[in-house]
């Protein structure tokens, strides 16, 4: 049970958030224009990294905001938090 | 059999307590302070089960939660029995019910015991490798598997005690309320930390607390006295907080751990009525401090496993604590000087100390020549190769150690006894700390597993961390606690210490024997009869890993997850296999630490609070008017309203005839509700759903379909314009908190741009649904100043009013075909409006309607439910509702999805209707439909997603998905059923009423 | 006449510990990411919403708790009438924040039942339930926190020493205040 540093409440449970998958997968502008390939990578393609892996997480029982988290998957460490929009604060 | 081997006053039991408890049928007595063990042993009882495959006679073989052989059951036959209770941790209470486990027809004498005969045909891997074969064979060997197996048995009725779960947030946890733990608790809470110690125990001081003799002393008091002093101070200490009989579960990641407190356990059954019984404990600490202390080794060799034989460490604590005598004539087997401490206190007890083996030549500390002393008869360098006496140990061989330890020599001699003590060194206590995730390192001075390196903010202090003399302990431990808690210095910098104990030792995992070692059985895991020979058979066998070595023999498999012999295991493997002890690393330690039972693990999510219940408004009106209920997610909606004893189709026919004949009433509170606002609120409905919103005049309702990116249908719903840039979106009753959501999701990562804001209104509004011929009337009269007028108020429009002083909504909407209106008022009014509308609508015989109808009613309008009709695999495409997907707008959530190659298949399932040849047959929900029965294999063509008898039409109406459905119109399918095959024929899915009459009327 | 029906019927007391509804009570969520919504709300009701994260402000007649960066919730401190749901204070906004654009105002006065605790155990009741720190959050005035208890969201309001209001969502309140009646029971 992780121990997640809501950049918008503060240091809360785990059990109040929400994870939502791999970030920095930005919907393309025109997704008309994609081929069907282009689009199943968009659509579809996920890392699952053993290492650093940037994710994304809901405050779902707290504020709801949606914001970003660097996470070894290796060792759970969480090596930053930042809002949705930011720039990763780590490689 | 029955003698008191009570001696001196001792610690912890209260010999003016006297307690009746019965053991196996039979009545007996011990004192307040006694363990189940302890009593026994009181008694003179050792016996106390059979081990899991040989059924071997098995007695008390430590004093603590390592205890693999004195399992038993409590209260056998009756709500409260429980199975693996350790009997040398069960307090003993007035009326305690114990019997032993794995035996029949009793203890003394067991059939199975034939399995100790037969051992030689039931090595290592033995069902593995027996009932693989024939493999169709396995369900026939399973049971008789089953039934010779399994330790104890489970309670078969509801367990009668509360469980309670509570979450403790602390800056510092100290785990073990020893020496170590002790010294930790009072230096973290006295320098201002918020702290919590837990003990496993009902006392606090470990072993410590009954170390009182001459030969360890702290700033010249005897040990045990000096640390009564320091606990009597923590527990005036104000921030710092003490649980006894509480162990820790589990150490998880960012210092999360889980911890049993057992609140009723020691207390007689009369008196635990209405309280809880456990509480599993959710710790946060901002830093942990194990002293989980040590566990002692048992030493492996021949028959090393009868009743009597015991850690050295646990006839000492027997003596001591509980001041039982385990035996009148007692052996020691050591390889060190703890068991000299244990014959020290035998002696000052008056208990005799046969002899002492020791497998070391040359020892000379002055704890051992005080025992010398004693005219004791100490055999340096001698071990012992076989045991003797079937239910009870009488004697032992002992045989002289080769100089290199690897033999036996010269002859052997027998002591006779009736008790023999084995210490082995100690294994350090360090299963919470590696589940935390921290590694290992193997010290090879005294062949033992430390931590190394910690994951989070913790430390191990004591034994558990490879400190095991007091001077060590004393002087280590306030160093570790300094730099842990960064503090300037301890009360513990000056302190004097005296031990009389010398480290040496002399580690032999496998002690040699005169015989092979196929003829020993040398047991490893005493509770899953795993011997060193098993283990040496798996490497011959070719298994390498310890992991897998594991799983082959099952060492360390059993309720005590091998605290006692795994470390023994890796020893013989390591030199077997001649590789490196801390190379080869340990078995991964997993939660929980010890055994807890369900009733903790699920606390008060039990009963009536299993799961959570929703209830709308009105759920008190169902309740009175006898509505049968159905779960919708977490939601209780009214299902149907049975009057003068019908079942449910007849109420469903009754219902639904009345909604389309006169009206109808649905409670519909539970759709999820969504206010919109905010400047971009059109262009965000447009980006959202399939249709187009921008147009849609203020007071006007839509239909919206909602799309996945994959482009398949997950949620519908109407929403109404209620301003320029106000909505109110609604969603199915089990999507709401889903499409919020994702609705908040898409705006705040990939549009924050849009001027929109979100806030859920599914609480606040009830709504509450009239339909029917008669609804304008009944409408009407409840709110008599509306002007309800099919021109002032068509279908797919909303107006603002009032009922007294108390704003409403009223939508002319529908979800069944017929001419209906939805008043949405504020949830505490609800009920007083529906009281209204039933009042109003008496003289047109209006009826409530449950769920059942309201599905009964859209199926024959063919209108869809999404999760039924659909599931993640449907576009509205398939679902024939083209009409609904705006081919004018740049883009929506999904709409690339619909061109792509597997979505524009002509052959995808499609949303059919389906008319049976026989009206009154009823297909079953989910139901295969296939086209040709002689094809092999049979091919599927999709199956039944909804259907009903309709009272309207007066026929068995369906919904269904059939491959390339859409141009089948008029088709013959079959449904096959188990005993026949059902003739259809493909229609159009809407069954009633095409032209929307009904609708605009 | 409507007839006001609320779901906490009767009012609780353990040792320690009283619980009771608090109605009916007008509550507003309101919206807004520009400094003029705050202004504008800060003259409409002569109130300051509180910008620090997890806190609340008060006058006379309301109080506002902080929700998140860009929502607050609004309530009237007094016991409004039962047979009246227009509120003043919610046409003023909507008047001017909602008409003006700055933001969206929605009335939430029955999608959260108001649950008061008042004694020395309120935080012994939280703590069989909800994995929220409270341990700095109870000595201090005016906190708030959105946090779960017995996996309900509920939304939590330091009012006063061991003075705690509770907003709980109006369809789960009447399971959650059975699950709390009956933890209560063995404090």
């Known amino acids: 049970m992780f121990l997640i540093n809501c950049p918008f409440c503060g240091e809360r449970e785990q059990s109040e958030f929400k994870a939502g998958g791999e970030a920095h997968i930005v919907r393309p502008k025109q997704p008309t224009e994609l081929s069907d390939d282009q689009w199943a990578e968009y659509l579809f393609m996920r890392k699952n990294i053993k290492g650093i892996q940037f994710e994304r997480w809901n405050h779902i029982h707290g504020c709801r905001k949606w914001f970003n988290m660097v996470r070894d998957t290796s060792n759970d460490e969480i090596k930053a938090v930042y809002k949705m929009g930011e720039k990763p604060p780590v490689k | 059999m029955t003698k008191n081997l009570r001696v001196k006053s001792s610690k912890l039991v209260d010999e003016t307590y006297r307690i009746s408890f019965k053991f196996n049928g039979t009545t007996y007595y011990g004192f307040k302070g006694d363990t189940l063990a302890s009593a026994l042993l009181a008694n003179n009882i050792h016996l106390v089960g059979r081990s899991f495959k040989y059924h071997r006679p098995r007695g008390i073989m430590t004093a603590g939660s390592e205890e693999p052989n004195a399992i038993v059951q409590l209260h056998n036959g009756t709500s409260r029995t429980e199975p693996n209770v350790r009997a040398t941790e069960i307090e ?505 039972t369900f009733g903790t693990i699920v606390g008060r999510n039990v009963g009536k609070y299993f799961d959570i219940i929703r209830k709308t408004p009105i759920h008190k009106w169902h309740v009175e008017n006898k509505a049968e209920f159905e779960n919708v997610g977490q939601w209780k909606r009214a299902w149907y309203y049975p009057q003068n004893g019908e079942n449910m189709h007849e109420a469903v026919q009754r219902e639904s005839k009345a909604a389309r004949d006169s009206a109808g009433i649905l409670d519909a509170s539970t759709l999820g509700k969504i206010d919109i606002q905010g400047t971009d609120a059109s262009e965000f409905l447009n980006r959202v759903y399939t249709n187009a919103w921008s147009k849609l005049e203020i007071g006007k309702c839509r239909y919206g379909l909602m799309l996945n990116e994959d482009g398949m249908v997950y949620d519908d719903g109407v929403t109404t314009r209620l301003d320029e840039n106000h909505y109110i979106m609604t969603t199915t009753t089990g999507g709401a908190a889903t499409v919020l959501g994702k609705l908040e999701d898409y705006l705040q990562t990939e549009w924050p741009e849009l001027d929109v804001y979100l806030t859920s209104v599914t609480d606040h509004y009830a709504t509450i649904s009239v339909c029917g011929p008669n609804s304008k009337k009944i409408i009407q009269k409840v709110i008599p100043e509306i002007d309800l007028s099919d021109k002032d108020f068509p279908h797919m429009s909303f107006k603002n009013s009032k009922i007294g002083k108390v704003k409403c909504r009223i939508m002319r909407i529908s979800f069944t075909g017929e001419q209906s209106y939805e008043i949405n008022i504020q949830a505490n009014y609800a009920k007083s409006v529906w009281e209204n509308c039933m009042e109003a609508g008496k003289e047109f015989n209006i009826t409530p309607y449950g769920t059942e109808t309201m599905h009964l009613l859209r199926a024959e309008k063919g209108f869809i439910i999404a999760g039924q009709d659909t599931d993640a695999t449907m576009t509205p495409i398939d679902l024939q509702m083209d009409w609904i997907v705006s081919k004018k707008k740049f883009d929506f959530i999904g709409k690339r999805s619909l061109y792509r190659s597997d979505t524009i298949r002509e052959d995808r399932k499609q949303l059919v209707g389906l008319i049976t040849d026989n009206p009154e047959e009823i297909l079953e929900e989910g139901a295969q439909i296939v086209a040709d029965m002689n094809k092999t294999p049979i091919e599927m063509l999709g199956h039944v997603t909804s259907s009903y008898f309709s009272p309207n039409l007066k026929k068995s109406i369906a919904l269904g998905v059939v491959k390339g459905g859409k141009n089948m119109m008029g088709q013959k399918l079959i449904i096959p059923m188990e005993k026949k095959q059902i003739n259809v024929t493909v229609t159009d899915p809407v069954f009633l009423d095409k032209e929307n009459k009904r609708l605009n009327a | 006449m409507l007839n006001y029906s609320n779901v906490i019927e009767n009012d609780k007391s353990y040792p320690g510990l009283q619980m009771r509804e608090i109605k009916p009570v007008m509550k507003l969520i309101i919206r807004g990411k520009k400094r003029q919504f705050l202004s504008a709300v800060g003259k409409s009701l002569n109130l300051l919403l509180p910008n620090e994260a997890n806190t609340s402000s008060r006058s006379d007649q309301l109080t506002a708790l902080w929700l998140s960066p860009d929502e607050w919730m609004i309530f009237s401190n007094e016991i409004l009438k039962s047979d009246d749901n227009n509120y003043d204070v919610e046409k003023l906004l909507n008047k001017n924040i909602c008409k003006t654009n700055l933001g969206a105002v929605t009335d939430v006065t029955d999608q959260f039942v108001l649950i008061n605790l008042k004694g020395d155990k309120i935080f012994d009741l939280f703590e069989t339930g909800s994995p929220f720190n409270f341990n700095d959050f109870k000595s201090k005035k005016g906190l708030v926190t959105q946090t779960i208890l017995t996996k309900i969201d509920i939304i939590v309001h330091n009012q006063d020493i061991n003075d705690v209001n509770l907003f709980v969502r109006r369809s789960f309140s009447d399971h959650l205040f059975s699950w709390m009646n009956d933890s209560a029971s063995r404090l």
């Open chain 2, 92 to 596: 003993i209470y007035e009326g305690l019910d114990a019997s032993s486990q794995n035996c029949w027809p009793s203890v003394k004498f067991d059939i199975g015991g034939i399995n100790n005969f037969l051992s030689p045909l039931l090595p290592a891997g033995f069902y593995y490798k027996t009932f693989m074969w024939p493999a169709s064979f396995w369900e026939k060997y399973e049971y008789f598997i089953r039934k010779s197996a399994g330790l104890g048995k489970s309670p078969d009725v509801p367990d009668p005690d509360i469980y309670e779960h509570k979450y403790i947030h602390c800056d510092v946890l100290v785990i073990g309320a020893g020496i170590s733990g002790i010294i930790a608790a009072k230096t973290a809470a006295k320098n201002g930390f918020k702290t919590l110690l837990v003990e496993e125990k009902s006392y606090l001081g470990g072993s410590t607390i009954y170390q009182d003799s001459e030969f360890f002393k702290i700033n010249n008091q005897n040990s045990a006295s000096w640390l009564e002093k320091e606990i009597n101070e923590i527990k005036k200490i104000e921030n710092l907080e003490i649980k006894t009989r509480t162990s820790v579960a589990a150490f998880h990641g960012y210092n999360f751990l889980l911890a049993r407190e057992n609140l009723t356990d020691h207390l007689p059954l009369e008196q635990r009525e209405n309280k809880t019984r456990q509480r599993l404990l959710k710790i946060r600490a901002k830093k942990v401090i194990t002293a989980t202390g040590s566990i002692e080794r048992p030493l492996i060799f021949d028959n090393n496993d009868r009743p009597g034989i015991l850690l050295s460490s646990a006839i000492k604590k027997y003596a001591d604590l509980f001041g039982v005598a385990c035996g009148e004539r007692n052996i020691l087997f050591t390889n060190n000087d703890n068991a000299y401490e244990t014959a020290m206190s035998l002696i000052q007890k008056g208990i005799k100390v046969q002899a002492i083996i020791d497998n070391r030549e040359e020892i000379d500390s002055k704890l051992i020549k005080e025992t010398e002393k004693n005219n004791i008869k100490i055999y340096k360098g001698y071990t012992i190769v076989d045991t003797f006496g079937y239910k009870r140990i009488n004697s032992v061989s002992i045989m002289k150690l080769s100089k290199d330890g690897q033999k036996v020599i010269g002859s052997k001699e027998n002591i006779s006894c009736d008790s023999l003590g084995v210490s082995g060194g100690w294994t350090p206590a360090v299963h919470l700390f590696t589940q935390s995730g921290g590694k290992l390192k193997f010290r090879d001075d005294d062949q033992v597993f430390i931590p190394n390196t910690y994951p989070s903010n913790q430390i191990s202090i004591g034994s558990c961390n490879g400190d095991f003399t007091l001077d060590e302990i004393l002087i280590n431990g306030p160093k570790l606690l300094k730099e842990f808690l960064k503090i300037k210095k301890t009360e513990y910098e000056n302190i004097e210490i005296y031990s009389a104990f010398n480290k040496s030792k002399r580690n032999i995992w496998l002690l040699p024997s005169n015989k092979i070692v196929g003829k020993t059985k040398s047991f490893v895991d005493f509770q899953n009869d795993a011997t060193a020979k098993d283990i040496k058979l798996a490497l011959r066998e070719g298994f390498r890993s310890i992991e897998h070595v594991k799983r082959y023999t099952t060492t360390g498999m059993g309720t005590d997850q091998g605290k006692l012999g795994n470390i023994h295991a890796l020893g013989i493997i390591s030199e077997t296999a001649s590789s490196k002890m801390g190379e080869l690393g340990t078995t991964t330690f997993r939660p929980p630490y010890t055994p807890l």
